[in-house]
């Protein structure tokens, strides 16, 4: 089992820049694919960003994509989400995801951490 907190979100302004953090507990994150999935009042969970166990490779989402950056430190069982230049339509909760496989489909995520509301004003 592993357990995910995140942290860091909170109000900007658009324009702004903010960092998610997201802790892991329980076992070592090393082997796994951690990633992010974002939720807006009304809407389906929108898949983020992921970065690979290997090589720590990357993927985004169009709408995030050259604007966020995922990164990760096995050591420190932790992955990061740094989102620059936020738009009010990045406005959601965000939850950091664990996973054996590296995919978009939010099914495919048995570790979800409880979220963390970022609210960007225009």
């Known amino acids: 089992q592993v357990q995910l907190v995140e942290s860091g979100g909170g109000l900007v302004q658009a324009g702004d820049s903010l960092r998610l953090s997201c802790a892991a507990a329980?076992?070592?994150?090393?082997?796994?694919?951690l990633g992010w999935f974002r939720q807006a009042p009304g809407k389906e969970r929108e898949f983020v960003g992921y970065?690979?166990?290997?090589?720590?490779?990357?993927y985004y989402a169009d709408s995030v994509k050259g604007r966020f950056t995922i990164s990760r430190d096995n050591a420190k069982n932790t992955q990061w989400l740094l989102m620059n230049s936020l738009k009010p339509e990045d406005m959601a909760v965000y939850f950091c995801?664990?996973?054996?496989?590296?995919?978009?489909?939010?099914?495919?995520?048995?570790?979800w951490g409880q979220g963390t509301q970022v609210t960007v004003s225009s």
């Open positions: 995801v664990a996973s054996e496989v590296f995919t978009t489909n939010a099914d495919d995520y048995p570790y």
């Open positions: 329980g076992r070592t994150v090393a082997s796994l694919n």
């Open positions: 970065i690979r166990r290997d090589f720590e490779r990357t």
